[in-house]
């Protein structure tokens, strides 16, 4: 495994298949930031993989813009079965989900600018959609973090807050500027053929690393 020592480390167009983030202990500091060019899109799906035990609230991804940070925002609710999903500054609950501790959880969401519909997808299950933002992309220069939420444009980080660090393992980060398809979705939950992220690629991706953050194998069954 690769230790990142406190020091901000530059990652350029690294290929991560095969491994995974861990987030070791809960900190207003520790933080995994993606570089993009991407300044507009009218669509999004973002997928990963996570595991923790954590029964308190928690960010999952964080898209931040200039004008709000709460570009597009994934939380895991302390309510067991719900998550929170922000697009645009717009919220909506997604109840009755299925979420495990100490497993891993395959996690989709959607979004469309032209309908507003969101909807989450975890393990293979699709939520109800529900109408969040629509008429109006998400637009400008975007800072995207794993292991936080961004109360500030690229920062804000408080462990005393509700929504706090990320504690746990987190794999298969991927980002498109369109709506995967519902068999699409399938293949990266059942870990087969699925679209690489146009917007953000596990295989090829460039970020940086602030604080105890460690770069793993995939936890793999035994044969």
Not at 43 to 52: D, E, I, M, N, Q
Not at 121 to 139: A, E, F, M, Q, V
Request: proline content about 3%; some cysteine; overall charge negative.
């Amino acid at each position: 495994r690769l230790p990142l020592d406190c020091l901000l480390l530059l990652h350029k167009c690294i290929d991560l298949s095969g491994k995974m983030f861990t987030f070791p202990q809960q900190t207003s500091t520790t933080e995994v930031r993606f570089t993009t060019q991407r300044q507009d899109m009218r669509a999004v799906t973002v997928c990963l993989r996570s595991f923790t035990d954590l029964k308190r609230e928690h960010s999952l991804f964080s898209l931040a813009l200039p004008t709000g940070a709460n570009g597009f925002l994934i939380i895991k609710s302390a309510q067991s079965d719900a998550f929170d999903i922000w697009v645009r500054e717009q919220h909506v609950k997604i109840e009755a989900q299925d979420f495990k501790l100490n497993m891993w959880q395959s996690i989709c969401a959607t979004w469309d600018a032209s309908s507003g519909l969101i909807q989450l997808w975890l393990n293979g299950k699709p939520s109800s959609k529900k109408y969040t933002s629509s008429g109006h992309s998400i637009n400008g220069p975007m800072i995207i973090v794993l292991g936080q939420d961004q109360d500030s444009y690229g920062g804000g980080f408080d462990t005393k807050q509700s929504f706090q660090s990320f504690v746990g393992m987190m794999e298969d980060v991927h980002m498109w500027d369109y709506t995967l398809s519902p068999c699409e979705i399938q293949g990266y939950m059942d870990e087969h053929y699925y679209p690489e992220g146009n917007v953000l690629n596990w295989n090829s991706v460039e970020f940086q690393s602030v604080g105890r953050v460690l770069i793993e194998e995939k936890l793999r069954a035994c044969n």
